[in-house]
């Protein structure tokens, strides 16, 4: 029985509406884009005919996934039934297949609304510094040089290097090239690649959210300091201020002082009593009120990170510019000015000297390991969404390289900065510099670098520029965090969403700002702990495990090399290929495992965090990786057929991705 077809029946994929013309200009030429949609060759297959599963794909059909992210498909009358070209439906029949071609109702509308041209970035520089921007955050800074002398000084070069070289690079580049290639986010590209998998995407953008409710009250602590920076005489350098205790010794003064168990600088009261207020909170189960500066300070943030993402990768590219590249000039001037600083040596040889015996103890290896891995950042979306807005043809494997190398050296260089103000500092109190570097975290900028520029001349000067510097450092990876989240929900739900972009993020940000309450408490510093230890780490390396066993082994590494050299010229060689399949995985496996062997007893000022803090850590992280076991059991029982046509139809791509190919848009099929 046949149908004719009706008057709202959906629109052909070669119509007007639903191919956009590019415009003039460099686009057109790189991408190769389609001019004239009239003239656009379709290859579409028969609705019931089966697509080959992506194993069965070999180099002849090279062209395959990568550009619009739109499936090649008959236009269905709304009925569920397919259309031929001259607007009426074959009978319906009854196939075994694993996937077709037909898309109607709302999938159809997604997937036609996916056909428009996909925002691009307006220069290669900005994806570099974006994504420069995003692996160089506060962690170079006050993370890597602490772990770099506490694990042997120069000899734990020597781990990280090798983690970097088999582990940390091979992720990076290859969520960049899955980005580019298929052109999503982090929900919708595992429809291309794996669509049991899905629940990944889920699992990160519930990580992403719980980045951005921490990790932005770091920034407002930066931005109180830098309000604070603006006096004659900083506050953080006398023990006359009414935050003050007995116990505020400056050793500074040009009276003779004398250091005891019991003294506390004022650099340290003003950031625990002044900008934390730690001390009108018993701990986590007694956080206490919030407070109204720092909840002020927060709002400031988030203003300047919605007016910098609202509009996409455009005007996000831009904001880059500066905050990308300024902590460069101000880490420059501050290194010089720590080398000039009587004592800046023994810090330098406290950092770098090798403890060769300690490349024997496995904790090394796993600091090194974790130390790489959540540098450069895969497994936040981030790298997927930036990627996704590349030219097809972009050379993603040079900017692995090229941003991965600046992001190592980044924090090796930072170390300097530190450690030559350590030993000045150490120089001062007449102590050894690791009586001096025993703060770690935050404490080390805020408490132990704060107060060695409070006493160098033109104090005021490096206060302002060192706290802007953190700032800068913070607020890209912000923007990162977020378009992680961003670009995934808006490729998953484009109907819903893709023209409401401004309000999506508005609202966004909000969720964030509401999220971040508990961490501007009295108590918040606790709480930032905390979920800085357990709801990123594990969770974090679990998500990219089962990415990477997902694309190597499930996908298929030689359709991902093939996907590569599409968009490339030429194939990644067998070292690629080695450490994607196998090196990577366990070199996850082998971090994730350390942790959880070995939990963190945590501790931040006094306070030891009870019993019941560590499980709740591993339900914040679990949180968000339950969403991938339940997203594969709703996979499995909303997908028709037995068990085991079940299981196959979920991990063979179901949706095939349109790339350029001169004035013809082909399709894997």
Known sequence: MEKQATSNETEPLTSKKAVSDCSEGEDCKENRLVRNPKSALRLVEDGNKVHPSQGDKGEGAQISNGYSGVQSSVPCNGMGEVEDAQGTAPAATTTTTTTTSTTCGAEGQQQLMELEDRETWSKKIDFLLSVIGYAVDLGNVWRFPYICYQNGGGAFLIPYIIMAIFGGIPLFYMELALGQYHRNGCISIWRKICPIFKGIGFAICIIDLYVASYYNTIMAWAFYYLVSSFTAELPWTSCTNTWNTGNCTNYFSKDNVTWSPHSISPAEEFYTRQVLQVHRSDGLDDLGGISWQLTLCLLFIFTIV?????????????????????????????????????????????????????????????????????????????????????????????????????????????????????????????????????????????????????????????????????????????????????????????????????????????????????????????????????????????????????????????????????????????????????????????????????????????????????VLGYCIGTSSIICIPIYMVYRLIVTPGTLKERILKSITPETATEIPFGDIRMNAV
């Not at 990627?387 to 972009?394: D, I």
């Not at 969770?539 to 090399?561: N, P």
């Open 306 to 614: 919605y007016f910098s993402i609202w509009k996409g990768v455009k005007t996000s590219g831009k904001v880059v510019w500066v905050t990308a590249t300024f902590p460069y000039i101000i880490l420059l001037i501050l290194l010089v000015r720590g080398a000039t600083l009587p004592g800046a040596w023994r810090g330098v040889l406290y950092y770098l000297k090798p403890e060769w015996q300690k490349l024997l103890a496995t904790e090394v290896w796993v600091d090194a390991a974790a130390q790489i891995f959540f540098s450069l950042g895969p497994g936040f979306g981030v790298l997927l969404a930036y990627a996704s807005y590349n030219k097809f043809h972009n050379n993603c494997y040079q900017d692995a390289l090229v941003t991965s190398t600046v992001n190592c050296l980044t924090s090796f260089v930072s170390g300097f900065v530190i450690f030559t103000v350590l030993g000045y500092m150490a120089e001062m109190r007449n102590e050894d510099v690791s009586e001096v570097a025993k703060d770690t975290g935050p404490s080390l900028l805020f408490i132990t670098y704060a107060e060695a520029i409070a006493n160098m001349p033109a104090s005021t000067f490096f206060a302002i520029i060192f706290f802007l510097m953190l700032l800068t450092l913070g607020l890209d990876s912000t923007f990162a965090g977020l378009e992680g989240v961003i670009t995934g929900v808006l490729d998953e739900f484009p109907h819903v969403w893709s023209k409401r972009r401004e309000l999506f993020v508005l609202g966004l940000i909000i969720i964030c700002f509401l999220g971040s309450l508990a961490t501007l408490t009295f108590g918040g510093a606790y709480v930032v702990k905390l979920f800085e230890e357990y709801a990123t780490g594990p969770a974090v390396l679990t998500v990219v495990f089962l990415e990477a066993v997902a694309v190597a082994w499930f996908y298929g590494i030689t359709q991902f090399c093939n996907d590569v050299k599409e968009m490339l010229g030429f194939a990644p060689g067998w070292y690629w290929r080695v450490c994607w399949v196998a090196i990577s995985p366990i070199f996850l496996l082998f971090v994730t495992c350390s942790f959880l062997s070995n939990p963190p007893e945590l501790r931040l000022f006094d306070y030891n965090y009870p019993y019941w803090t560590t």
